[in-house]
């Protein structure tokens, strides 16, 4: 691994792991409030926001950043930057889970170079599980290869789907349940994690069916790179425009272990409401 790409893995590590030390203290103690999305807010989420953001700025000269928490004009509010490089945080994926003491929760952090993905890396404090990936695609750059969990390979299942297999769910898309799903199903309540089960092997699928930018840019860099099928079910995710605001844009989601489980999991798709 050249000294670049050795400098972008050793801040992630570094940077999410300081972050994480302090949002284990707060785990659990704090109140949330609701956005006008819906979603909730901790003074947490903001704090982690401004720390990654500070630490990108004095790390990565000229980079763009785009993340959930941004909300106001300084911050170029939440439009992608006309950026060749561009940071796209997720401070804290899985709000709710993290208030009310739930150990699943994460940052993410996902680095795009021409509105496209080539590393994710995401640290899940509680559990002490740091996952990243590098995936070139049709970038034309020259990456490592591979998905990691805690510095180890991962790799997707090749698993046959059984009723002793596992397929992830979010609460917007249960509507695919039926009596003959092929898998038991699972919802863990945080976007991220939901695709980096797959990516690890323990489960076959997971759909998410309102994820934004910030909830996916990591995971989709390591889903594909340990193996998995990205699905965009109703756009292609990327390349992102610059200048466009991503605040209120969705990114329906399919993701599967390997391409050859795409038939089985489609037509319950038709069940869907996106």
Request: glycine share 8%; aromatic share 12%.
């Amino acid at each position: 691994m050249n000294d670049f790409w050795n400098t972008i893995l050793e801040f992630a590590e570094t940077t999410t792991i300081r972050v994480g030390k302090q949002l284990m203290q707060d785990f659990g103690k704090v109140q949330a409030t609701q956005k006008p999305d819906g979603s909730l807010v901790t003074k947490s989420d903001k704090w982690a926001d401004q720390e990654i953001r500070d630490a990108i700025v004095s790390t990565f000269s000229g980079y763009g950043i785009l993340s959930e928490e941004s909300d106001n004009v300084l911050q170029a509010g939440q439009s992608f930057p006309d950026k060749e490089w561009c940071w796209v945080i997720d401070p804290l994926d899985g709000t709710t889970n993290f208030t009310r003491g739930l150990p699943i929760w994460s940052i993410s952090l996902g680095l795009l170079y021409r509105g496209t993905p080539i590393f994710g890396y995401v640290y899940v404090p509680p559990l002490n599980q740091a996952f990243y990936g590098f995936w070139a695609g049709s970038s034309g750059l020259t990456t490592p290869t591979g998905a990691f969990l805690n510095h180890h390979p991962i790799h997707t299942s090749k698993d046959i789907p059984s009723k002793n297999h596992f397929f992830n769910l979010c609460s917007r898309s249960t509507g695919i349940i039926k009596p003959d799903f092929p898998c038991k199903i699972r919802m863990l309540g945080v976007a991220s994690y939901n695709f980096l089960t797959v990516a690890t092997g323990a489960v076959l699928g997971g759909i998410e069916a309102t994820p934004k930018i910030w909830d996916i840019a990591a995971a989709w860099v390591i889903v594909q790179a340990a193996g998995g099928t990205w699905l965009s079910l109703n756009s292609v995710s990327f390349p992102l425009s610059p200048g466009m605001d991503y605040s209120d844009r969705s990114f329906p989601t399919m993701v599967v272990s390997n391409l050859g489980l795409v038939p089985i999991f489609t037509p319950f798709l038709s069940h869907l409401k996106l």
